[in-house]
């Protein structure tokens, strides 16, 4: 537990076989109560290699996308009595020595979700990613916050963690298909500002590794309109 709040960290992961074993290890904190990796109808070893190195799974009957992992993980996490959901990368792109950063505000400030930040002073971008994604990650916040009325430095982050009790707000509807690939992690930050919940940015690290052994599964132009539609969609009131 984390000054008395019961965290459930989330990996969503397909075919990680290469790097879940450092995930899970390095998730092998005194504060986590669970290390859960949502095994998203993985071809390879990656559920067999995440439980043996004692992290819960499970495993999704076919594939449906990152943003259906993650919806699994974080109602597992509400049912089974957990206060906070941390999510962080299947690919080791995170640092879990950082999610105290996460958790403090929600402990201390009664904060509802908290973004990490590779933009932020003190937060960090490393590793092989593309000058095209660099900046992308610059204009998707900016977007984000045009529509929602704050300014923003981090909207695609992954690397976040919220109170479980957002779950029971009917008005978050995350059970939508259309939010099964990447859309379902902006969807819910941009709900929980519109809804007047209170959110904040902490600076953190984004390492990517070499593209040779793969940074990213999100495929041009389909990848990139799931994380740009729920922008639309919300702010204009489209969908609930």
């Not at 004692?54 to 699994?72: D, N, P």
């Not at 590779?118 to 992308?136: E, K, Q, S």
């Not at 495929?219 to 919300?234: A, D, E, M, N, Q």
């Amino acid at each position: 537990m984390y000054n008395g709040k019961k965290v459930i960290v989330v990996a969503p992961a397909h075919n990680e076989e290469a790097k879940i074993d450092q995930v899970v290890r390095r998730c092998q904190l005194d504060f986590i109560d669970t290390m859960l990796v949502v095994d998203d109808c993985s071809t390879d070893r990656t559920a067999e290699v995440a439980r043996g190195y004692g992290a819960e799974v499970i495993t999704l009957s076919k594939r449906q996308g990152v943003g259906a992992a993650l919806r699994a993980g974080f109602y597992h996490g509400r049912d089974t009595g957990h206060d906070i959901a941390v999510i962080i990368a299947g690919n080791n792109k995170d640092n879990p020595e950082e999610i105290p950063r996460l958790l403090d505000p929600i402990c201390e400030e009664d904060v509802d979700l908290v973004m990490g930040s590779r933009h932020m002073a003190g937060g960090a971008l490393g590793g092989d990613m593309p000058i095209y994604r660099r900046l992308a990650t610059r204009l998707h916040p900016w977007l984000v916050g045009v529509f929602v009325g704050k300014k923003l430095t981090e909207s695609t982050n992954g690397f976040r963690a919220f109170k479980t009790s957002l779950l029971d707000d009917k008005r978050i509807d995350l059970n939508q298909s259309w939010l099964d690939a990447y859309g379902l992690e902006v969807y819910q930050l941009c709900k929980t500002i519109k809804l007047g919940y209170k959110h904040t940015e902490v600076p953190c690290t984004k390492i990517y590794p070499p593209r040779s052994i793969g940074y990213t599964k999100m495929k041009p132009i389909v990848g990139w309109w799931s994380i740009l539609r729920p922008i639309f969609l919300v702010g204009l009131g489209l969908r609930r």
